[in-house]
């Protein structure tokens, strides 16, 4: 019997998105949330800063990997919630060193989904008592489906055909997901995002590089010709979308998560190049336009991403609230106010 049926294990919680979901969590529930995070090169304690004198946020450093570890976290915690957002997620980090991505987004995302098969389930369709409401909700990505052309979007019922290491292992987690609830009746949601972006994001992506080129007055590098076409979410929407689909997700079921703002890379430079001039002018007058360079594109850059979202909109009643250009302001804002944060 759950000891305490509140409490919520959120992977990966130090990153980019999960602490932006956590601070979702501790200001609208009233959940235990334990953040269990390696804190590799994409974790941040930073992101945290505001949840460490709260009594309800718990943080454990750990891989997602020990599966004795996370063990012994269901044994204490008795969680019926889990979002794993833990994964490795830099394409060109997947491309130079793939075997990180196999270990983290595939071992990790079973020993996640044994142990609380496990904790929750006495046989397969069984749930122990005080278990039958409990939920796993695994965040996934629109890279899954490959790339598209200048039209057409991305549907849950889009094949997979993953075109990086990156995207490769993520739909590998995928199926391992799909198959725990086919297989064992897995009490599992499963969601598939666009490019975020907002607060605390990595200084590695593209929006942060953009930035922190533009202020520290080096080249802004854009790959290739800087059409490569992205739908941008921004964090705070996705994190909402998130929660919707774990409490009221059909278990078993996809759903894609969208921003319906479609805007291609040099746009992108162009716009964060236009807030700048706006916010903090360069000295010589100039506009930060002019640091804008083309570098080489990177290997299988894929052309397109584009997320149909009106199936959560649909079943769960959900929508992206922001824009591009209202969530960049917010965003830029942000950096300009802890640049630190864009500094190695």
Same mark, same amino acid.
């Given at each position: 019997?759950?000891?305490?049926?509140?409490?919520?294990?959120?992977?990966?919680?130090?990153?980019?998105?999960?602490?932006?979901?956590?601070?979702?969590?501790?200001?609208?529930?009233?959940?235990?949330?334990?953040?269990?995070?390696?804190?590799?090169? /994409?974790?941040?304690?930073?992101?945290?800063?505001?949840?460490?004198?709260?009594?309800?946020? @718990?943080?454990?450093?750990?891989?997602?990997?020990? /599966?004795?570890?996370?063990?012994? #976290?269901?044994?204490?915690?008795?969680?019926? *919630?889990?979002?794993?957002?833990?994964?490795?997620?830099?394409?060109?980090?997947?491309?130079?060193?793939? &075997?990180?991505?196999?270990?983290?987004?595939?071992?990790?995302?079973?020993?996640?989904?044994?142990?609380?098969?496990?904790?929750?389930?006495?046989?397969?369709?069984?749930?122990?008592?005080?278990?039958?409401?409990?939920?796993?909700?695994?965040?996934?990505?629109?890279?899954?489906?490959?790339?598209?052309?200048?039209?057409?979007?991305?549907?849950?019922?889009?094949?997979?055909?993953?075109?990086?290491?990156?995207? /490769?292992?993520?739909? /590998?987690? &995928?199926?391992?997901?799909?198959?725990?609830?086919?297989?064992?009746?897995?009490?599992?949601?499963?969601?598939?995002?666009?490019?975020?972006?907002?607060?605390?994001?990595?200084?590695?992506? #593209?929006?942060?590089?953009?930035? *922190?080129?533009?202020?520290?007055?080096?080249?802004?590098?854009?790959?290739?010709?800087?059409?490569?076409?992205?739908?941008?979410?921004?964090?705070?929407?996705?994190?909402?979308?998130? @929660?919707?689909?774990?409490?009221?997700?059909?278990?078993?079921?996809?759903?894609?998560?969208?921003?319906?703002?479609?805007?291609?890379?040099?746009?992108?430079?162009?716009?964060?190049?236009?807030l700048l001039d706006q916010k903090?002018?360069?000295?010589?007058?100039?506009?930060?336009?002019?640091?804008?360079?083309?570098?080489?594109?990177?290997?299988?850059?894929?052309?397109?991403?584009?997320?149909?979202?009106?199936?959560?909109?649909?079943? #769960?009643?959900?929508?992206?609230?922001?824009?591009?250009?209202?969530?960049?302001?917010?965003?830029?804002?942000?950096?300009?106010?802890?640049?630190?944060r864009l500094e190695a």
């Amino acid at each position: 019997m759950p000891q305490n049926s509140k409490a919520i294990l959120v992977t990966g919680g130090a990153g980019f998105i999960g602490s932006n979901y956590i601070k979702m969590l501790l200001e609208t529930t009233d959940l235990t949330v334990v953040n269990l995070d390696k804190l590799t090169y /994409a974790g941040d304690l930073r992101n945290l800063e505001f949840a460490e004198s709260n009594p309800s946020y @718990h943080f454990v450093e750990g891989d997602i990997c020990d /599966a004795a570890l996370v063990d012994s #976290l269901f044994t204490k915690y008795s969680f019926e *919630r889990v979002v794993h957002f833990a994964a490795e997620s830099h394409v060109d980090n997947s491309i130079s060193n793939p &075997d990180a991505f196999v270990q983290t987004n595939v071992v990790g995302t079973h020993r996640l989904l044994q142990v609380a098969y496990k904790h929750w389930m006495d046989a397969p369709n069984k749930f122990k008592s005080g278990y039958a409401n409990a939920r796993f909700l695994h965040v996934s990505t629109d890279e899954v489906y490959g790339t598209l052309g200048a039209e057409g979007l991305f549907t849950e019922q889009t094949p997979y055909a993953p075109n990086s290491p990156y995207s /490769a292992s993520k739909a /590998a987690s &995928d199926m391992l997901v799909r198959s725990y609830f086919h297989t064992y009746g897995f009490p599992a949601v499963t969601t598939n995002c666009s490019n975020n972006y907002g607060p605390h994001q990595h200084r590695e992506k #593209l929006i942060p590089t953009i930035i *922190r080129s533009a202020i520290s007055g080096k080249n802004i590098p854009i790959y290739g010709d800087g059409q490569n076409i992205r739908d941008w979410l921004y964090v705070a929407d996705h994190c909402s979308g998130v @929660h919707r689909a774990l409490e009221n997700g059909r278990l078993g079921e996809t759903y894609n998560i969208g921003g319906k703002n479609e805007r291609n890379n040099l746009y992108i430079a162009n716009y964060i190049c236009e807030l700048l001039d706006q916010k903090v002018p360069r000295e010589d007058g100039q506009s930060y336009k002019s640091q804008i360079s083309f570098v080489t594109d990177r290997p299988g850059h894929d052309f397109r991403y584009a997320i149909d979202a009106s199936k959560i909109t649909i079943e #769960l009643g959900w929508e992206a609230q922001e824009h591009f250009e209202s969530g960049m302001d917010k965003t830029l804002n942000w950096y300009l106010n802890n640049r630190n944060r864009l500094e190695a």
